[in-house]
């Protein structure tokens, strides 16, 4: 009688733990955003859905091409942390921290043509984001990149101009026929 009940209390403790792990089709993952999937948000998806675009249009040339590989080093990487504030009108912004891997940063997002006055955009994102890392001993080093981009937000992101730098090297770009026309300067980093 004593094995019998010994038995039964371990497979009763073995089906307790499996139910524990069990999940349902139809429950989300912890980073889940869809039924029975599991998705980590990327700034990517923050910036469509802000937007209500699928996703960016970058112009072809070298300024477009840097602009939408930048953008692409942060944006579709998985968050880790997000804070902050937005609105949710016709014509709306939003601002947000957030933290990817050793990355921080900040973005900034404006859709509507009386915010944009004066701009030739009806839409504008301002990116600003660091790279921390630690080397013994104990130095810290960073690195960043600042990024403005201007445009119109129907059915895609269509960039028209925009700006970024890095601690070397400071562009702006106007966009002609889809082409990226470049103004750039590159300095020194400062020690």
Known sequence: MKHQTLL??????????????????????????????TYAVTL????????????????????GGIARELYGNIAYKPIDVTSGYGTSEAERIATMNFGIERSIGTIDMIKGKTLMQGQEADSMISLR??????????????????????????????????SFSTPTLECSFITQNSMAVCDCQAKPADS
């Open 44 to 63: 990517s998806d923050i910036v469509s859905k802000f937007f209500e675009v699928p996703e960016m249009q970058f112009p072809t040339g070298s300024c």
């Open 129 to 162: 984001t660091e790279t921390v890392i630690r080397i013994p001993p104990d130095n810290i080093r960073t690195t960043s990149y600042k990024m403005n981009l201007y445009g119109y937000s129907s059915g895609f992101f269509v960039i028209t101009r925009g």
């Open 8 to 37: 039964f209390l371990t497979i009763g403790v073995i089906f307790f733990f499996i139910l524990l792990n069990f999940k349902l089709p139809n429950e989300a993952g912890i980073t889940g955003m869809a039924a029975g999937e």
